[in-house]
């Protein structure tokens, strides 16, 4: 572990009472590690970056509805969470290949949704919610670029322009629902009446945004890979589960997956090594406006 790491860990190690319980990963925006507490598994994650410093307060407040348990917080975005046994399991579902493979696919886009949807409905508190960065803000790279943008991206700029312009809805968001972002931890009992178990499937790294819900749900659609998410038929079965979880119109559903696809596509567009990415992201939106474009 590097010094900064070390530094990081060391004050919240004595101060909660943890024993490292493996290797921390340390990346440029917070350090990870496993530790035990009492002999109970959990995950110290301390931010570095105030990003990742608002993701924890919203972690901390969402802390058990819909989003993993965090057993200690403080003001600078510490959080000291539940451990997943298999945090690739959601990954591994949505990878399969063979027969049932659709509907182990399918089964991870419910799971995901689900999981927003509980998030978005929980209390959060006034000066958590106030910090939260607004989706207008956050896209400001696609909607007000300092260089151009290749024309590849209009489209996807003023869909986007169009949603925000027109939306009626605002919850505080994760900002990055993915299926690795989205652990099983079963040692959490999940909700009374949740007869599928869903409840035990907490959020994780959220971005702490606010916006229409409809940003979180698009997300799913590009993952765990763009390769599985340009699968034959793939976005608009997972797109049709979306629609009817949340009970959102499918346009509505594919016109936030063309504007979630230009967005990500513009945060890589100007790094050679990720040409491959961006390519792929502008697919995927093309889909889902061709999509659109059938059921007008």
Do not use: Q
Not at 225 to 246: K, W
Not at 257 to 276: F, K, M
């Amino acid at each position: 572990m590097s010094g900064t790491g070390e530094g990081a860990l060391a004050p919240y190690l004595e101060r909660w009472g943890l024993d490292p319980d493996g290797p921390a990963d340390v990346t440029p925006s917070s350090v990870l590690a496993p530790v035990r507490r009492d002999g109970t598994r959990l995950m110290l994650k301390v931010p570095l970056v105030e990003e990742e410093r608002r993701g924890g307060r919203l972690l901390a407040a969402w802390s058990g509805h819909g989003a993993v348990r965090v057993h200690a917080s403080d003001a600078r975005g510490a959080v000291l969470m539940s451990r997943a046994a298999d945090p690739g399991l959601l990954v591994r579902e949505a990878s399969a290949t063979g027969p049932g493979a659709d509907a182990r696919d399918d089964r991870a886009t419910r799971i995901l949704v689900r999981t927003a949807l509980r998030i978005h409905a929980a209390p959060v508190p006034d000066e958590v919610r106030a910090e939260a960065v607004p989706l207008g803000t956050w896209a400001r790279e696609l909607l007000e670029p300092e260089h151009p943008l290749p024309r590849a991206f209009d489209r996807g700029r003023d869909v986007l322009r169009e949603l925000l312009d027109g939306s009626a809805r605002e919850a505080v968001l994760h900002g990055d629902v993915h299926h690795g972002n989205v652990l099983r931890v079963d040692d959490e009992a999940p909700a009374a009446g949740d007869a599928d178990g869903d409840g035990a499937w907490r959020a994780i790294d959220p971005k702490a945004l606010r916006g229409d819900p409809g940003f979180d749900t698009a997300n799913a659609l590009c993952n765990p890979t763009l390769a599985i998410a340009l699968g034959p038929g793939r976005l608009a079965r997972r797109a049709a589960v979306i629609a009817e979880e949340t009970g959102r119109d499918l346009d509505d559903v594919l016109a936030w997956a063309e504007a979630w696809c230009a967005l990500s596509a513009t945060w890589d567009v100007g790094d050679p090594e990720r040409r491959e990415r961006v390519a792929a992201l502008i697919r995927l939106g093309a889909s889902a406006r061709a999509l659109r474009a059938a059921r007008a």
